[in-house]
């Protein structure tokens, strides 16, 4: 999945890869080629900072539901369980489950 706070500016797409082979020293990983085909981004400012507030949230911590992990941002679990239902989205889902839209309406319903 591209970068959440990526997608917020442009439409994002994995364009090809590149070996490790070619590069000095040997890395342990293989790069990647990323498009980026920009778009203008919502003029709402406060939205976006909300929206990537809760992004951070959301991936601050591994392996944690987004009940749990907006918890803090939210002011207390089932404050962020009752804000995730009213966006739509499913509490027991994570952050890498999301798109930017599924953010931005956390992040309104937050704000």
């Known amino acids: ?3 959440v706070k990526a997608a917020w500016y442009a439409d994002v ?8 082979s070619v590069f000095w020293p040997v890395p342990n990983v293989d790069s990647a080629l990323v498009a980026w085909n920009r778009r203008p981004p919502p ?31 939210a002011g207390s679990p089932d404050a962020a369980e009752q804000a995730l239902v009213a966006a739509g989205v499913d509490p027991g889902l994570r952050g890498e489950q999301l ?13």
């Not at 400012?45 to 944690?64: E, S």
């Open 99 to 111: 798109d930017v839209g599924d953010f931005a309406r956390i992040g309104r319903v937050l704000g």
């Open 1 to 3: 999945m591209p970068s």
């Open 13 to 20: 797409r994995l364009a090809g890869t590149i070996s490790r």
């Open 43 to 73: 003029a709402d400012d406060d939205l976006r900072r909300r929206t990537f507030d809760v992004v951070d949230a959301a991936f601050a911590q591994r392996r944690k539901t987004l009940r749990s992990a907006l918890a803090r941002l």
